[in-house]
């Protein structure tokens, strides 16, 4: 079964920047499913932010995200490069990965269909 495993999260003063990674645990590869990253601040739902599908390279992002956060993937690694970041940024910052025929707007607007979730990693924004 596959495990996502996040990592890179931490506190970061507002206008900085972080970068979040999401790789696959025991020998597994990322290659075969779309990944998405989602955000949950107190309180709050979880949201998605930003989908990659596995093979065309086709991109998704939040209007709140969108020009800040840029997602990219290798074979074993998906990243989201956040930029700009602002105090709303703040959140447990999750990725998930979905397999099969994926468009990844719907992806990221429907985290209750994921197969697969990390564990997540903490991003605060604040100084």
């Known amino acids: 079964q596959l495990r996502l495993v996040e990592s890179g999260g931490g506190l970061v003063q507002p206008g900085g920047s972080l970068r979040l990674s999401c790789a696959a645990a025991?020998?597994?590869?990322?290659?075969?499913?779309?990944i998405g990253w989602f955000r949950q601040a107190p309180g709050q739902q979880r949201e998605g932010i930003s989908c990659?599908?596995?093979?065309?390279?086709s991109t998704y992002y939040d209007e709140s995200v969108k020009g800040r956060f840029t997602i990219s993937r290798d074979k074993n690694t998906v990243y989201l490069q956040m930029n700009s970041l602002k105090p709303e940024d703040t959140a447990v910052y999750y990725c998930?990965?979905?397999?099969?025929?994926?468009?990844?707007?719907?992806?990221?607007?429907?985290?209750?269909?994921?197969?697969?979730w990390g564990q997540g990693t903490r991003v605060t924004v604040s100084s």
């Open positions: 025991n020998g597994f590869t990322l290659n075969r499913y779309a």
């Open positions: 998930a990965a979905l397999g099969g025929i994926v468009q990844v707007q719907a992806m990221c607007e429907l985290p209750e269909y994921q197969d697969y």
């Open positions: 990659i599908h596995s093979s065309d390279g």
